[in-house]
Structure formats: C-alpha cells, structure tokens
C-alpha cells in the first residue's frame, strides 16, 4: 500500500487544493498564507509519516497532521467571522476537518496499539 491510497490523505489533499483555489485571489497574503499552509500541512505530514520506517516516527508526523487539523479549524472559523468565508463553504470545510482529524486519530491509535 501507498500513501496515496489512504482515504485520509486523499480527502485531505482534496480539502488543501479547494482552499488553494479558494483563496487564489485573496488581498490578504497573511492570512492567504497561514490558511493555506496549514491545510498543506495535513496531506504532506500524513504522507511524510507513511513513509517512515519506525511506528514511532509514523506516529509522531500523524500528530503533526493532527495539529494542523485544529489549527485549519481555527483558521475556518476566522475566516467565516471576518466574512473571509461564506457560512456554506465554512460549514462544508469545518465537517470535512473533523471527520479528517477522527481518521487521523484513528491511525495514530491503530499504530500505537500494535
């Protein structure tokens, strides 16, 4: 199996291109920037960890994919504060966080408990 072939990683990578597309015209290069990198972040840590020899590493980079979950959520719901985001795409992006963050967590225990 490949890295490519977990579920995770693909709807990952799919949530990090949409918010790419998203912000592509977006004044705001900070907020552009961070946004987009932390959604970056969860695809390649996730990629970077399957890729590991150790469990151990597997699962310290799966963390890592984990807290750039949480940090995307925050980021999500400034953005729909500050009307960077419409209430739909927000809601859309939220859930799809979420059910990425349990995946991830599922795999981290999967690992730990072998």
Known sequence: MRFEDLDVWK???RLSADIYKYFAQSRDFGFRDQIT?????????????????STRDRARFWSYAKG???????????????EYLDPETAS?????V?????????LITGIEHR
Do not use: K
């Open 11 to 13: 709807r990952s990578a």
């Open 37 to 53: 990198r932390s959604g970056l972040s969860i695809p390649c840590n996730l990629a970077e960890g399957y890729e590991r020899y």
């Open 68 to 82: 750039s979950a949480g940090e995307l959520r925050t980021q999500i719901y400034i953005a729909r504060e500050i």
């Open 92 to 96: 859309r992006w939220l859930r799809e």
């Open 98 to 106: 979420q059910e990425i963050s349990r995946m991830i967590q599922s």
